[in-house]
């Protein structure tokens, strides 16, 4: 921390000392120089607004089972009260902001210097319900977190055809029309929430990581557009390493999508 803040020291002298700051500009140039910084600030509420927005609360995009599945979880988050005595949660909603991981052990600390300019982009992108609309709920009891996750029009990956074999003739014939084809998620994509979800559940239950490894099994394609459940459990903590284990299904669970394990590390940079 002290050595961060020697660095943002050191920085803002070596700002100050730059010729540019020393030398009176033209009229014009200042003027121009005026102009892009007030630009520039104003695009700047989006980006570092003070005031984080939580993205894993219920909007317009959300269609019936992802609404369903939420306060199916949700309701579980309550303080139940038994007798005098608060009970503690069962399960926690992990609230997901685009620049902080606040919810991370000791990210509360961090995140005000080390991760004020940080922008996680499946939390960035405007439209809602476009790309990664998803929340996720951590039990650390059960040592186990899960994720409901709707994929967006925005993170189209193959395109499949819903014709059986002995169909062909008439397939060929209506190839042309949308209608006879499904659009599947992108594969990177669901990587990319595998991670996001392994991740948080070991940044919950440990310190800051990274992820060191990453293997994915895709079993079955999730169309475009469904939601899906995300499942991961902890598997092992040994030193310094945390696996964890992650399956991707339907939400009745009935249909495997694809499954992983990550191993994640604790930084030494960020204090393992
Ligand atoms: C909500 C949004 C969240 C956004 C964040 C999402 C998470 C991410 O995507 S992070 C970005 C992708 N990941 C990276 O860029 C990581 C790049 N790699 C690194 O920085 C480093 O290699 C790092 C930190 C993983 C490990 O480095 P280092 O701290 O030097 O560890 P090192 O001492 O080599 O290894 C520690 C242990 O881990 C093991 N290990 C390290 N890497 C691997 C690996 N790839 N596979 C298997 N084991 C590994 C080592 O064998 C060692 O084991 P042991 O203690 O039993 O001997």
């Given at each position: 921390m002290a050595r961060t803040l020697c660095r943002i020291f050191k920085g803002c002298q070596s700002i100050c000392s730059l010729p540019l700051m020393k030398t009176r500009l033209h009229p014009s140039a200042s003027v121009?120089?005026?102009?892009?910084?007030?630009?520039?600030?104003?695009?700047?509420?989006?980006?570092?607004?003070?005031?984080?927005?939580?993205?894993?609360?219920?909007?317009?995009?959300?269609?019936?089972?992802?609404r369903q599945l939420y306060e199916h979880y949700n309701s579980q988050c309550e303080e139940e009260m038994k007798g005098e005595e608060k009970q503690d949660w069962a399960w926690k909603r992990v609230p997901s902001y685009n620049r902080t991981l606040k919810h991370a052990t000791g990210g509360v600390y961090l995140s005000k210097i080390y991760q004020s300019k940080a922008r996680f982009f499946t939390r960035n992108i405007k439209e809602p319900g476009a790309a990664f609309e998803y929340v996720l709920f951590v039990s650390k009891d059960e040592q186990k977190c899960v994720c409901i996750f709707q994929a967006g029009h925005l993170l189209e990956g193959p395109?499949?055809?819903?014709?059986?074999?002995?169909?062909?003739?008439?397939?060929?014939?209506?190839?042309?029309?949308?209608?006879?084809?499904?659009?599947?998620?992108?594969?990177?994509?669901?990587?990319?929430?595998?991670?996001?979800?392994?991740?948080?559940?070991?940044?919950?239950?440990?310190?800051?990581?990274?992820?060191?490894?990453?293997?994915?099994?895709?079993?079955?394609?999730?169309?475009?557009?469904?939601?899906v459940l995300i499942d991961s459990s902890l598997n092992k903590t040994e030193g310094r390493k945390v696996l964890i284990s992650c399956k991707v299904t339907s939400t009745d669970g009935s249909k495997l999508h694809t499954e992983a394990t990550a191993l994640f590390v604790v930084s030494r940079l960020l204090g393992g």
């Open positions: 121009l120089l005026r102009t892009v910084c007030v630009r520039r600030m104003l695009t700047l509420p989006f980006r570092f607004s003070p005031k984080a927005q939580d993205f894993s609360l219920p909007n317009s995009s959300w269609g019936a089972e992802m395109q499949g055809s819903l014709i059986l074999k002995n169909h062909a003739t008439a397939f060929f014939r209506r190839v042309q029309e949308e209608k006879y084809w499904i659009r599947y998620v992108h594969g990177g994509a669901i990587a990319t929430m595998i991670d996001t979800v392994t991740v948080t559940h070991a940044s919950v239950l440990t310190l800051l990581i990274m992820t060191a490894n990453l293997n994915i099994n895709y079993r079955r394609p999730i169309p475009l557009g469904s939601t």
